[in-house]
């Protein structure tokens, strides 16, 4: 219809969009809240890295117009962490699903989270993996319907917002698809904070998820989290529950914590002014 | 005088010698887990990185270990890890990932007496053809096997050398034998030590495709934070680095050329030793620690009249197929005694014929003896 | 301000909004508040300057999930009955005059499609 271009295209990678995810998708939003973020507080696009796991979502790595990486499942994380321990002046931002994020890759998260480390985690709960095709995952809910759980899912899931909080991260947020707007603040806010934050945003699976659970449409899907959703800012994040009829968004933790960038450098300099003190090249014996 | 290259003459443990290698080679990143009969790799990194303005990340498993090498590779940092064999096995996802993304990395595996937990205090050869086949697909690695602590020192900075050359995984294949042995170490002076770097981009960041390579078949790498924003994956990829996940054609051309930047570059990548080999009937074939009882056998065998020679691999991958076929054309006999239940003897059979060739395994701590190796290429 | 705001959205009285809606602790079984929220109007310049603007649909992008259509506040969109290439239904404008300028649409939509741009710029 028109040439005119899309305001936020110089920021997607060139040839990408359209991308792959189906019709009424949540990634895709979270795809352009990211890039209309970084836009707003004019982040130094060179100096971020996204990092992505294997997921619907984690092909988000290909679209944005920043150094990318797409790592193997669940260790994004880790990668990610590797990445800053070595450049300080880089911030890595996680994009991953509630499976790659929390299932296989629980461990990095909570251990990345503990540290401290200055690295930002958009995570893509649908409560599913939707990828391979809708199986149970550690955020659905109980009694749901998945392909791996035809009976209705007899696992308790995960309280996503109270794990992060738990483990260390100084920002925690909860979102869904339709909080457009809250989900670009607290991406604002969290991607200028010091330390491990922590977004999360329930979207909609239309086609797997959603067709297993009564919410097949797209429009069913968004509707559906805008009447469950309570907004409940700094509560407890215990409280913060995620139920097929209640799902409490808001931003539960923001507070400052030294970060392991810091920690490391100050370490390393004492190391180094003590051998200058005292004119050795090494206090190690080989 | 530098604080990574600390030039002089030490009686060192090997495990220690590995870790002085790595700085001299400008390694400025160590993740890892601790493991027996590695863990003093760790221990030693994390001590003396800080001193030379480079970090220390213990991860906290060996998967993550891996993910974060191939990380800070990517950041721009020559990095490395230290496991054993039940870490190695967990590291081979990761590997397949450093494989399929060309990420230079060094991975120094000390051998134990397995499979699964083992014996942890107990020597092996047991993980050598674990190195090549570890990780799923196909795909090409380097690794090298050294003998002595010395060894440990020079091995390691060629294994960073050749891993920033040829942009693949590069193990460090030892044993706990000469792990945890103490012997002579001389740290060269800075110049003597010949390090190589990665290649790096020569087109502007709108030109650069990230896995477009020419004659050597190795892409130009570029760093994060440079202005690139690129974009590397796990998933099969054409040059500009996105994923091609249907095409056949360019699955083929992708693993062909990963594989081939090590196929065809084999001789000028392995490197064996010769001893006694130009009049010999009889050749034994070995590497790590079980070399050095070889030699002896060799050489007392000589003393006696016998026309027995050495072929002492350094370069287990890729195999010296050329060097063994020409060996094997000379001799009548060859013996291949292992820590393991015979791995790398079938390699040496693919090209000698399985008549010519002697196994000689050995499980459980127990290097061979000299007498023993002797006394098996006699009869 | 005096004149009547007839462009804003009707207020039911005594509907719970977001914030208001009941919610009982899970660790002491008491109700937690719902916050205060304040929110300023916007004055007439800020109103104008963000309905100088015109939709632009990227038709070959749209794949026909209609949140533009369904969570425009202004009903400034409906389903067109052509489709696209991908068998999709793409958003039209029905009545220029009934947009406000949020943004919505752009922001909604998972797909890159649709977009504003300043009254002028297209063609």
């Known amino acids: ?286 | 005088m530098r604080r990574d290259i600390l030039t002089g003459k030490y009686f060192a443990l090997g495990d220690v010698a590995c870790a002085e290698g790595a700085l001299a080679a400008g390694c400025r990143f160590f993740a890892g887990y601790p493991i027996t009969p590695a863990t003093e790799i760790a221990e030693h990194m994390s001590r003396r990185l800080p001193e030379v303005g480079g970090v220390y990340l213990q991860m906290e498993d060996e998967l993550a270990s891996m993910a974060a090498v191939i990380g800070a590779s990517y950041a721009g940092v020559k990095s490395m890890t230290a496991t054993s064999g039940p870490g190695f096995s967990l590291m081979q996802e990761n590997i397949g990932l450093a494989a399929m993304t060309e990420t230079p990395c060094v991975v120094v595996d000390v051998m134990r007496a397995g499979p699964s937990t083992g014996q942890p205090t107990k020597t092996s050869q047991q993980d050598v053809m674990q190195a090549k086949w570890g990780s799923h697909g196909d795909y090409e690695v380097i690794a090298l096997s050294p003998s002595s602590v010395q060894e440990m020192f020079d091995h390691t900075i060629e294994a960073f050398s050749l891993s920033e050359t040829y942009r693949c995984p590069v193990f460090v294949m030892t044993d706990e034998i000469i792990g945890h042995l103490m012997e002579r170490l001389t740290v060269p002076n800075p110049e003597e030590i010949h390090l190589v770097d990665r290649k790096r981009p020569t087109t502007p960041p709108s030109k650069y495709l990230p896995f477009q390579a020419g004659e050597d078949l190795v892409p130009a790498m570029a760093t994060f934070g440079e202005g690139y924003r690129f974009y590397a994956t796990g998933l099969t990829h054409d040059e500009t680095g996105h994923p091609q996940t249907d095409s056949p054609e360019e699955h083929a051309k992708l693993v062909q050329r990963l594989c081939d930047k090590i196929r065809k570059n084999t001789g000028k990548i392995t490197e064996v030793e010769r001893v006694f080999l130009d009049d010999a009937d009889v050749c034994i074939i070995a590497y790590g620690s079980v070399a050095r009882s070889a030699l002896s056998a060799v050489v007392e065998g000589r003393e006696r009249g016998m026309k027995i020679g050495l072929l002492r691999l350094i370069t287990l991958w890729p195999f010296p197929d050329e060097v063994v076929e020409q060996v094997a054309a000379q001799v009548d006999k060859i013996l291949v005694p292992e820590m393991n239940y015979g791995q790398l003897v079938r390699e040496v059979e693919r090209n000698a014929g399985r008549r010519k060739v002697v196994s000689l395994p050995r499980l459980g701590d127990a290097l061979h003896t000299p007498e023993e190796i002797l006394a098996h290429a006699l009869n | 301000m005096t004149a009547t705001a007839t462009h804003l959205p009707e207020i039911q009285a005594g509907a719970p909004t977001a914030g208001e809606r009941n919610l009982m602790s899970e660790t002491t079984g008491q109700m937690i508040p719902a916050p205060k929220l304040a929110k300023r109007p916007l004055t007439a310049p800020q109103m104008l300057k963000l309905r100088n603007v015109d939709v632009v649909v990227m038709e070959d992008r749209c794949k026909g999930c209609s949140f533009c259509i369904e969570f425009c506040p202004k009903d400034v969109l409906e389903q067109d009955t052509k489709l696209n290439v991908r068998g999709a239904h793409v958003p039209r404008v029905k009545d220029s005059a009934l947009c406000v300028g949020c943004g919505i649409c752009e922001e909604i939509c998972p797909d890159f499609a649709i977009f504003l741009v300043e009254k002028g710029e297209k063609q």
């Open chain 1, 1 to 286: 219809m028109s040439e005119l271009q899309h305001p936020l295209e110089d920021y997607t990678r060139r040839g990408m969009i359209p991308h792959i995810w189906c019709n009424g998708c949540g990634d895709g939003i979270i795809l352009g809240e990211f890039l209309r973020a970084l836009d707003e507080v004019k982040y130094d696009i060179n100096k971020v890295v996204v990092v992505s796991g294997i997921g619907c979502i984690g092909r988000i790595s290909g679209y944005t117009g920043t150094d990318s990486f797409h790592t193997t499942h669940g260790r994004a994380l880790a990668f990610a962490v590797g990445v800053k321990a070595v450049r300080p002046d880089l911030k890595p931002v996680v994009i991953s699903g509630d499976g790659d994020l929390f299932a296989i890759g629980g461990n990095h998260f909570i251990h990345a989270a503990r540290r401290n480390i200055d690295v930002m985690v958009i995570c893509s709960n649908n409560f599913n993996y939707g990828m391979t095709g809708g199986q149970s995952g550690p955020t659905t809910p109980i009694d749901a319907y998945t392909t791996t759980t035809r009976y209705g899912n007899i696992e308790h899931p995960f309280n996503l917002a109270h794990l992060a909080a738990a483990s260390g991260a100084i920002y925690v947020a909860r979102w869904t698809a339709i909080h457009v707007k809250r989900i670009r603040e607290s991406i604002k806010k969290a991607i200028n904070k010091k330390g491990f934050s922590f977004i999360e945003v329930i979207t909609p699976c239309p086609e797997e998820y959603g067709r297993r659970n009564k919410i097949p449409d797209p429009i069913q899907g968004m509707k559906w989290l805008r009447e469950v959703s309570v907004v409940r800012s700094f509560i407890d994040p215990i409280e913060a529950v995620v139920q097929p009829d209640k799902i409490v968004v808001g931003e539960f933790v923001n507070k400052e914590k030294t970060e392991f960038s810091e920690l490391l450098s100050a370490s390393t300099q004492a190391v180094q002014s003590k051998l200058e003190k005292e004119g050795k090249l090494t206090n190690v014996a080989i």
